[in-house]
């Protein structure tokens, strides 16, 4: 390989990938591209971060120019990817192109933005963070727009932190996605603190209220939006690439281009796209096989998400979207227990949450 292998991308997934190749292969040279400062941090911190008294400097675990010795590669950072031409094997950047022997995009996603008129923020990164973190300076009361997994992880953090916290969702429970009613049930209970609010669609911020649909309004300094996030698939698709809601990669990691692979929040793999830390962990092993002409199939094995709402301990391990079944709950108080059954019984998914997280290795072996 003249040309070295190009990641762009500076979060978990193009630095993990970046690790994984030069496990495998002390030599080959590899440059990390990244539009933003590439300081390695890790992001899932970012929802509780009060809670374990960070500040956004101290959320950086390493700086760019260290992840680029402690690995030996190359790393850019501050440097946006414009185009990718396939044919010649090169990416452009406002410094013009540059070749690659083989490119991988981690590109990332970005948050959803709902026609909600006036300020809002919403965290997807260390930037963001930064951003949020000056709003709330002064600030008393913080409406969250959003009661999915991040919402109800920083309506933890910033309840325990002492904030007054409402949060407002379309749906009719917390983490209404991932979790049947009753472990929504349970917590809301946990988290009672915060003030819900189902089945409320948000139209506007404006002078301290946040405004409902249905004419309604409740007082809010600062409106913080968790809606859910879009890969990160322009640069892809202008280079012909396939995409779905995420750039599509087969079990070899593999865009529709060969030697063009994608990873990360910004990956679509039959069908799902997976904006969590396992899948990056797993799938980055396979794609430096790969990229290092070592085959080796993509293979997923359960992997439970922890939410970070210490108030109502919870572990969801979904099942695959698309698949027959129910859930059947069990629990009170002290915890609760729900497996999603398939037919004959076979357990497609669960979700634990207080006590019963304990059984949250047992479950995922059994599922394996
Ligand atoms: C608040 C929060 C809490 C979370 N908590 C958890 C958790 O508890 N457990 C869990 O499993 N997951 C969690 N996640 C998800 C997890 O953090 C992400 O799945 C993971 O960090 C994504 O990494 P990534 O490298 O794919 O994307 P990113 O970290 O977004 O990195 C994308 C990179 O691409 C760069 N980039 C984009 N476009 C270009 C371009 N054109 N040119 C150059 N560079 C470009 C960006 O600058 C960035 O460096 C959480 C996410 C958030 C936001």
């Given amino acids: 390989m003249d040309e070295p292998i190009v990641i762009v991308g500076g979060g978990l997934a193009g630095y993990q990938s970046a690790k994984e190749i030069r496990r495998l292969d002390g030599q080959v040279p590899i440059c990390l591209i990244s ?29 760019a120019s260290e992840m680029a010795s402690e690995i030996g590669i190359e790393v850019i950072h501050e440097r946006k990817v414009d185009a990718i031409h396939p044919e010649s094997r090169e990416i452009s950047t406002g410094e013009g192109r540059m070749g690659y022997s083989k490119l991988v995009l981690a590109l990332g996603a970005d948050p959803i933005r709902l026609p909600v008129e006036g300020e809002m923020y ?31 992880e920083f309506a933890n953090d910033l309840l325990s932190a002492g904030f007054e916290v409402d949060v407002f969702d379309i749906a009719s ?17 946990r988290m009672k603190g915060v003030g819900w609010h189902f089945n409320a669609s948000v139209t506007r911020f404006e002078e301290g209220r946040v405004h409902l649909a249905d004419g309604s309004s409740h007082a809010a300094d600062v409106l913080l939006s968790a809606v859910g996030l879009v890969p990160r698939t322009k640069l892809a698709l202008d280079a012909g690439l396939a995409c779905g809601r995420g750039i599509r990669v087969n079990e070899f990691l593999q865009t529709s281009v060969g030697d063009i ?10 069908g799902m796209v997976l904006p969590f830390v396992m899948p990056i962990m797993h799938a980055s092993k396979a794609l430096a096989s790969n990229i290092l002409g070592k085959e080796m199939k993509l293979a997923f094995p ?27 709950t069990e629990g009170g108080e002290e915890g609760m227990k729900s497996l999603f059954l398939g037919e004959e019984g076979k357990m497609l998914g669960f979700c634990l949450c207080g006590k019963a997280v304990s ?9 394996g």
């Fill in 35 to 63: 539009s933003d400062g590439a300081d390695f941090y890790s992001k899932p911190m970012l929802s509780n971060a009060f809670a374990s008294g960070k500040t956004p400097d101290s959320l950086i675990l390493k700086r």
């Fill in 122 to 152: 919403s965290v997807n990164d260390l930037l963001d963070y930064r951003k949020f973190r000056q709003a709330l300076a002064g600030k008393r009361r913080i409406a969250i727009l959003g009661a999915g997994l991040i919402g109800c």
């Fill in 173 to 189: 429970q917390p983490l209404g996605r991932l979790v049947p009613p009753e472990c929504g049930e349970w917590i809301m209970k």
């Fill in 261 to 270: 692979h994608a990873i990360g929040d910004c990956m679509e793999f039959e």
């Fill in 302 to 328: 359960p992997m439970p998400v922890v939410v970070k709402t210490p108030l109502a301990p919870t572990v969801v391990c979904p099942p695959k979207p698309g698949l027959d079944g129910a859930w059947h």
């Fill in 359 to 367: 059984e949250k290795n047992a479950l995922a072996r059994t599922l």
